[in-house]
């Protein structure tokens, strides 16, 4: 069955940058996109961002500017986020979530991972 | 300010129906874009309950339906069950920011 296995839990200091993997398993890979959604605590759910995980094509909220790096390694069917210059309001339940649909702006997040927790404090 | 607002909350007793709200604007679901809706229980990961503003994946019941009309979209939820107690959220794509959003949430209680 489709999986999106996601790294373990992290604790950053801030200004400092972490990089979260998700691995998908069930499914061919680079058929399918990869959306990066976030959650902080009391807070709504919050899109940050998309790979096509077959051509590498990215894009990504413009909340995020420049602090946003999404990758994919085809080879290990893995997804990656990055985010660089972390604040204490970074502190969230980090998600990512198999792309539907058969374009990026009619995409919805139709399997999720179980989410990493990102922790963001001096 | 909010690209998709929602009712904060909803309730109703068990085996009564339910409507959720998403009010968007002209640069998202005004202008044609698709609306999705999850179901998100504390502790758990989010599960995709309606997608393309009125399809439901394998294995949701048919007690919940979607509609969109206009700059807005519904998700019904009929003959509710306390397992149906959770937060719904509503998501699109906004032109005007390029990218997808989620509604604010509303949170479903079963009195």
């Known amino acids: 069955q489709v999986q999106l296995v996601q790294s373990g839990a992290e604790v950053k200091k801030p200004g400092a940058s972490v990089k979260l993997s998700c691995k998908a398993s069930?499914?061919?890979?680079?058929?399918?996109?990869m959306h990066w959604v976030r959650q902080a605590p009391g807070q709504r759910l919050e899109w940050m961002g998309w790979?096509?995980?077959?051509?590498?094509?990215?894009k990504h909220s413009r909340k995020f500017q420049d602090r946003i790096t999404i990758t994919r390694d085809t080879s290990a069917s893995t997804a990656y986020l990055e985010l660089s210059s972390l604040r204490s309001e970074d502190t969230a339940l980090y998600y990512c979530?198999?792309?539907?649909?058969?374009?990026?702006?009619?995409?919805?997040?139709?399997?999720w991972g179980k989410g990493t927790t990102i922790t963001v404090s001096s | 300010q909010s690209v998709l607002t929602q009712p904060p909350s909803v309730s109703g007793a068990p085996g009564q129906r339910v409507t959720i709200s998403c009010t968007g604007s002209?640069?998202?679901?005004?202008?044609?874009?698709?609306v999705h809706w999850y179901q998100h229980l504390p502790g758990t990961a989010p599960k995709l309950l309606i997608y393309?503003?009125?399809q439901r994946p394998s294995g949701v019941p048919d007690r919940f339906s979607g509609s969109r009309s206009g700059t807005s979209a519904s998700l019904a939820i009929s003959g509710l069950q306390a397992e149906d107690e959770a937060d719904y959220y509503c998501?699109?794509?906004?032109?005007?920011?390029?990218?997808?959003?989620f509604g604010t949430g509303t949170k479903v209680t079963v009195l």
């Open positions: 790979v096509n995980a077959g051509n590498g094509d990215t």
């Open positions: 393309t503003n009125n």
């Open positions: 002209s640069s998202n679901i005004g202008a044609g874009y698709d």
């Open positions: 069930g499914y061919s890979f680079t058929n399918y996109a």
């Open positions: 979530a198999r792309g539907g649909g058969p374009l990026y702006y009619t995409s919805y997040m139709e399997v």
């Open positions: 998501q699109s794509y906004d032109s005007s920011l390029s990218g997808h959003v």
